[in-house]
């Protein structure tokens, strides 16, 4: 298909059927059996005949116009099939939660590396703010975090979803609880993310949602840390589910329909290399 666009277009532009077999390597004859074909085809005419000159008739114009467009995006295929077939090479900066980097992503670079074994990356982690700023600032490509840009020029994809609960102490009155409401702990003192982490604005969200004002006693950078002081009977807090975040003196008790959303996020106006755009494509893919 892709040799009889380029046959088509040469005839048309050199309107001339010895002339174009010189650009396409083909002999006068093929091409004079090639247009007859065509033209039986498609019922009409594409060419007046002036002697060995052929001359687009308004047919032809319309059929030169389809098949430039054609031989364009067969052109753009083959050139992406081919991107696609070929390994990424090249570094990916990736910033991303500390939670994040137990699992989550160290899985993502696993499966990504099997596929494309020269592919290098530098990665950043740090509060969700400062993630975000990374990207925008452009010392990241990507970044994974939660919750959700509130810029407008960072993209997003959700990627997964954590449901939250309800950190206690072993022993704790809510400890053997199935479920439970934020406003039921109203009275509890809290052990939270400091502000700029994503987690705090979830709280702060939950806690506005609740239409509680929480007492706070302590405000860490580490989710490991808050999950360390509630098992010590300092206070309670609330965490996503997750085994970076578990420890043998608490409980988690899910907080009744909340979770939050994980996404991969990278600044709208600034182009990808290739090998950070191969690696959101192949992320987005594995969702």
Do not use: K
């Not at 702990?185 to 239409?211: H, N, T």
């Amino acid at each position: 298909m892709h040799h009889e666009l380029d046959w088509f277009i040469a005839i048309a532009e050199a309107e001339n059927l010895t002339a174009a077999g010189e650009q396409v390597h083909v002999s006068q004859p093929t091409l004079s059996r090639f247009v007859g074909r065509l033209e039986h085809d498609l019922g009409v005419d594409l060419f007046e005949r002036h002697g060995r000159r052929l001359v687009l008739n308004r047919f032809g114009r319309v059929y030169l116009e389809r098949a430039r467009r054609a031989r364009a995006q067969l052109d753009a295929a083959r050139r992406e099939v081919d991107e696609m077939r070929r390994p990424a090479q090249g570094m990916v900066r990736l910033a991303f939660l500390h939670s994040f980097g137990v699992t989550l992503v160290p899985d993502l670079i696993r499966r990504f590396r099997d596929q494309n074994p020269q592919a290098r990356f530098t990665l950043t982690q740090d509060a969700a703010a400062t993630v975000v700023d990374h990207v925008a600032d452009g010392d990241a490509d990507l970044a994974i975090v939660s919750p959700r840009p509130m810029r407008t020029d960072m993209a997003w994809f959700a990627i997964a979803e954590q449901e939250l609960a309800l950190v206690v102490p072993r022993g704790h009155r809510f400890a053997d609880r199935t479920t439970i409401g934020l406003a039921e702990a109203a009275d509890e003192e809290f052990i939270v993310m400091e502000r700029g982490f994503g987690m705090r604005r979830i709280f702060d969200e939950l806690c506005a949602a609740a239409d509680i004002a929480p007492a706070i006693t302590f405000s860490s950078a580490e989710l490991s840390t808050i999950t360390g002081l509630v098992g010590a009977g300092l206070g309670v807090g609330v965490v996503p589910v997750d085994d970076a975040v578990r420890a043998r003196d608490v409980a988690l008790v899910p907080l009744t329909g909340e979770s939050r959303e994980i996404g991969l996020t990278w600044f709208r106006p600034q182009p990808l290399s290739e090998a950070a755009e191969r690696f959101r494509d192949f992320v987005v893919a594995s969702r």
